[in-house]
Antibody, heavy 120, light 108 residues
Framework: QVQLQESGPGMVKTSQTLSLTCSVS??????????WAWIRQRPGKGLELIGY???????YYNPSLRSRLLISVDTSNNQFSLKLNSVTAADTAVYYC????????????WGQGTLVTVSS | DMLMTQSPATLSVSPGERATLSCRAG??????LAWYQQKPGQAPRLLIY???SRATGIPARFSGSGSGTEFTLTISSLQSEDFAVYYC??????????FGQGTRVEIK
């Protein structure tokens, strides 16, 4: 059974960098059949795709976040990471990592999510 | 980005009754649509993919239908554990996959 677990600070100061890591167990992040994604949910709102990455490093970033975003993969530790810089209160959200299937692209496994609050 | 519109925003249903949720795509997405269930404080759970295929472990009371621009999630007989928010997601428009705004199913 594949499991994903987000980790990182629960609070970030305005204008600083939000950094999260997703640890994958029960499956390999080097799988040729999957992409690994970050999705967020602002308080009381719907789901927003942040971006995703393949084990090769090939990635997609949401255009609205692209200028502030870096998603990376660490195959040796079976992890992938998110860095979002110059954060504001609008970046306060629950951040989820999730797995999607190549050529299918729905999200079949999700992490439990981690709340990140941006505050001055 | 592809706009996904869900209706209604809130659906009030009595336990044991049928619930019908709608999702409309801004343009044809074939059958590249998934449905998720989200309960408070939990991550979304995949229910349906390919518009009508149930994910592993999903009860048969959940069914999906539709293609093109109009899709439906039906819960045939609502159980207490089914009261939640439901999201649709299109994955036809690569690389930008988008979600609907959600439908809350509440106890009537």
């Amino acid at each position: 059974q594949v499991q994903l677990q987000e980790s990182g600070p629960g609070m970030v100061k305005t204008s600083q960098t939000l950094s999260l890591t997703c640890s994958v167990s029960g499956g390999s992040i080097s799988s040729d059949d999957h992409y690994w994604a970050w999705i967020r949910q602002r308080p009381g709102k719907g789901l927003e795709l942040i971006g995703y990455i393949y084990h090769s490093g090939s990635s997609y970033y949401n255009p609205s976040l692209r200028s502030r975003l870096l998603i990376s993969v660490d195959t040796s530790n079976n992890q992938f990471s998110l860095k979002l810089n110059s954060v504001t209160a609008a970046d306060t959200a629950v951040y989820y990592c999730a797995r999607t299937i190549l050529f299918e692209y729905y999200f079949d496994y999700w992490g439990q999510g981690t709340l990140v609050t941006v505050s001055s | 980005d592809m706009l996904m519109t869900q209706s209604p925003a809130t659906l009030s249903v009595s336990p044991g009754e049928r619930a019908t949720l709608s999702c409309r795509a801004g343009q044809s997405i074939s059958d590249n649509l998934a449905w998720y269930q989200q309960k408070p404080g939990q991550a979304p759970r995949l229910l349906i993919y390919g518009a009508s295929s149930r994910a592993t472990g999903i009860p048969a009371r959940f069914s999906g239908s539709g293609s093109g621009t109009e899709f439906t999630l039906t819960i045939s007989s609502l159980q207490s554990e089914d009261f939640a928010v439901y999201y649709c997601q299109q994955y036809d428009q690569w690389p930008s996959w988008t979600f609907g705004q959600g439908t809350r199913v509440e106890i009537k």
